[in-house]
């Protein structure tokens, strides 16, 4: 148990559905990131939030919608996805903001099969 | 570019030892992360290097020589449950983690 939570764990959908991967950390941090993990391919990171803002958007298509109404929680909201972003959805966060060497605490991650 | 090196699969015994080397190139350098991740699991937090040397923690060591852009993690007295994998991240100039593909241990009794 690293004090972060994903649900679900497991998500299954069409391209034309919509639907939101949820992120909660008990660790009192400040910082929170989603990753998207492949098979034998590095961790890619998709947006970091400091203090509820956004700080990096690394080109993630629009499909993907972000929003962190709070530093607790984190959502990746998913619409009209695509076969290939079938991945493991990795939730993680630090203590500081950006410009730090704080460990990242990972979730287990949503396992999102698009269909 | 930035890259990070690390082999793809490696297999070894109960009860030995296995060192799992990273090679990286980043634009500038913040210290070098090792974590292991089980299979369905979070990724979690085994060491952080910035300084050259080891550092031993238990079972588990971690080395790093900035000049060389090298880093191993040792595991020693291997037991069936570091069956894992074992992500290495070094952090660059503007602290951002950049990854390996990570390295598949496989123990055998």
């Known amino acids: 148990e690293t004090g972060v939570t994903q649900t679900p764990r497991h998500l299954v959908m069409g391209m034309t559905n919509k639907k939101s991967l949820k992120c909660e950390q008990h660790l009192g941090h400040n910082a929170m990131y989603w990753y998207k993990q492949s098979a034998k391919k590095p961790l890619e990171l998709m947006f970091v939030?400091?203090?509820?803002?956004?700080?990096e958007n690394n080109s993630v298509p629009s499909r993907f919608s972000p929003e962190c109404p709070n530093s607790s929680h984190l959502f990746l909201h998913l619409h009209t996805l695509q076969p290939e972003d079938s991945a493991l959805y990795l939730c993680a966060s630090s203590q500081g903001t950006s410009g730090n060497t704080d460990t990242q605490y990972f979730g287990p991650g949503t396992r999102l099969t698009v269909l | 570019g930035q890259n990070i090196d690390q082999p793809t699969e490696m297999t070894a015994t109960e009860g030995a030892i296995v060192q799992i080397n990273c090679t990286y190139q980043t634009s500038g350098f913040n210290g070098l992360f090792w974590y292991q991740q089980h299979a369905g699991e979070a990724p979690t937090f085994l060491s952080y290097?910035?300084l050259d040397g080891l550092e031993e923690k238990g079972r588990f060591s971690s080395f790093l020589s900035r000049s060389k852009g090298y880093s191993y993690l040792l595991l020693k007295e291997l037991q069936m449950k570091d069956s894992a994998s074992y992500l290495c991240a070094a952090l660059d100039s503007n602290y951002q983690l950049i990854w390996g593909a990570g390295t598949k241990l496989i123990i055998k009794p």
């Open positions: 939030y400091n203090f509820k803002e956004q700080t």
């Open positions: 290097n910035v």
